[in-house]
């Protein structure tokens, strides 16, 4: 009988070495874009005014009560109150007071409140029946991307535009 014995597949210590580097060169380029702020947290930014001023349209048809969407751009904050301001609306997750601020929220670091007016102030207010009192829009601006959200005046559709 005669038995081959064959070589053995193996990769040399050089050729490991170099795909070891360039593995590390790819992290040290790739790691820290991906921990920056980026548009991903702009649109989930985005997403989150949209979804509370779409809550604050339905609570106030749902208790046939004006609401208010209040923006401070000076905090990039914004709060759900009723029709005269003394109150906080509850959040639905929790039932705690319906207070979003993007600065205490590391979810959207680096994302701010900009251009906002709804008739000349930075208050959105939804009448009893689910319609805003006028229409307007604010900015959600992160370090790479700038989105619009509109509120029409007579139906109160939201809309959202990368800019």
């Not at 820290?32 to 949209?50: E, F, N």
Request: charged share 15%; net charge negative; no cysteine.
């Amino acid at each position: 009988m005669n038995h081959r014995i064959g070589k053995l597949g193996a990769f040399t210590l050089i050729e490991v070495l170099v795909v070891v580097v360039i593995i590390g060169i790819a992290g040290a380029i790739v790691v820290p874009q991906l921990l920056a702020p980026s548009s991903l947290g702009t649109q989930a930014a985005g997403r989150a005014v949209i979804a509370d001023i779409i809550y604050a349209q339905s609570d106030a048809v749902a208790h046939q009560k004006a609401r208010k969407v209040i923006f401070d751009a000076a905090t990039d904050s914004y709060r759900l109150t009723d029709d005269a301001d003394t109150n906080l609306v509850a959040n639905w997750i929790g039932g705690a007071q319906y207070v979003v601020s993007f600065s205490n929220d590391s979810r959207f670091q680096g994302v701010t409140l900009d251009n906002i007016n709804f008739g000349g102030t930075s208050t959105l207010e939804f009448d009893d029946l689910g319609s805003p009192i006028s229409g307007g829009n604010l900015e959600v601006v992160g370090d790479t991307s700038r989105y619009l959200i509109s509120v029409a005046a007579l139906t109160g559709r939201v809309t959202i535009q990368p800019q």
